[in-house]
């Protein structure tokens, strides 16, 4: 299972001495890709996310932008160095996330958003950053269900994997706090437990509502497309797909606000072709369509052949009673 934020990070730092920060960040992302690599934990070439901030108080961006290295970390390095605007190197952030192969419990299975990576450098401080949002390397999924099998296939892979990276990054490693899901160790993760010793089930304690609040809440403070909530009654549309009825496409003229009102947010296949219509939403928002014309329009109704008016809070149970 992959959750929507971490499961549980690592970080390894050490203070540096005449280190040029755009070698330094470039190297300790790639080194640390390598070992992931070797473990089937990365496959494919890598494509980093780089950002480099000018020194002194303007803090001015000297590069953004994204590359995929083929060769060596000084040739990555000198493609950036001939992109970058004038002025003098800060510090350096490079990101990349891994699309890896982890065993099921019956055979390798290829799933993405297995682990980010984030390297940063200036002149005096470098730090490596690793995130996993999977669950396989636990006794128990994040649902709480026992998975050995899973378990004894992938736990020792990502214990070889911090071994690693502490002997290739040359630092020693920093197992951060525990998250919604587990507690990372020096060797792998430590699912929670509640009070009774019962392995918690996570997924529904903090996945499912995290996912909701994306239906619920528009992004940037509430100010970026239509608000998601409204306090009166709006016009809706069912949405059906293979599996029958996948949610409520509803929109309000007055507020203003439209959002889809999912009804599986467990499933991920359902849960993204749920996040589809919000995306369908936010370009209907950007061509300056109200509401409500783009309830009709993203749906082929017509106006009178949209549901209600009804009531959000009743039509948000009715999607929670499926």
Not at 166 to 177: A, H, K, Q
Not at 266 to 287: C, M, V
Request: aromatic share 8%; hydrophobic share 40%; charged share 25%.
């Amino acid at each position: 299972m992959i959750a929507s934020t971490p499961v549980a990070r690592w970080t390894w730092g050490d203070f540096v001495e005449d280190a040029d920060p755009l070698v330094r960040c470039l190297g300790d992302l790639m080194a640390a890709r390598s070992v992931l690599a070797s473990h089937r934990l990365a496959l494919g070439a890598p494509t980093i996310r780089l950002a480099v901030s000018e020194a002194g108080g303007s803090a001015g961006t000297l590069f953004q932008g994204e590359l995929t290295p083929a060769g060596s970390v000084g040739e990555a390095a000198g493609a950036v160095r001939a992109a970058l605007r004038p002025g003098r190197i800060g510090s350096v952030d490079a990101r990349c996330t891994t699309v890896g192969s982890v065993s099921d419990g019956a055979g390798e299975i290829r799933t993405e958003g297995l682990f980010a990576l984030c390297a940063c450098a200036d002149a005096t401080f470098a730090t490596v950053e690793l995130t996993t949002c999977s669950d396989a390397w636990m006794p128990y999924d994040l649902k709480g269900r026992a998975q050995s099998a899973v378990y004894e296939a992938n736990a020792p892979r990502l214990e070889s994997v911090l071994a690693e990276l502490t002997d290739v990054l040359g630092s020693d490693m920093d197992p951060e706090d525990p998250t919604w899901f587990g507690t990372p160790t020096g060797t792998g993760v430590v699912p929670h437990a509640d009070q009774d010793g019962t392995p918690s089930d996570s997924w529904a304690r903090y996945e499912i509502p995290r996912r909701y609040d994306t239906f619920t809440r528009a992004p940037g403070f509430g100010y970026i497309g239509y608000r998601r909530s409204a306090t009166g009654a709006v016009r809706y549309v069912p949405v059906t797909d293979d599996h029958g009825v996948l949610g409520y496409l509803w929109a309000s003229e007055s507020e203003p606000a439209a959002s889809f009102e999912p009804l599986d947010l467990d499933d991920d296949e359902r849960y993204r072709t749920a996040l589809t219509w919000l995306d369908r939403l936010r370009s209907a928002f950007d061509r300056g369509l109200s509401p409500c014309r783009a309830l009709t329009e993203l749906t082929g109704r017509s106006p009178g052949d949209t549901e209600g008016p009804a009531d959000l809070a009743v039509l948000r149970a009715r999607a929670e009673d499926g």
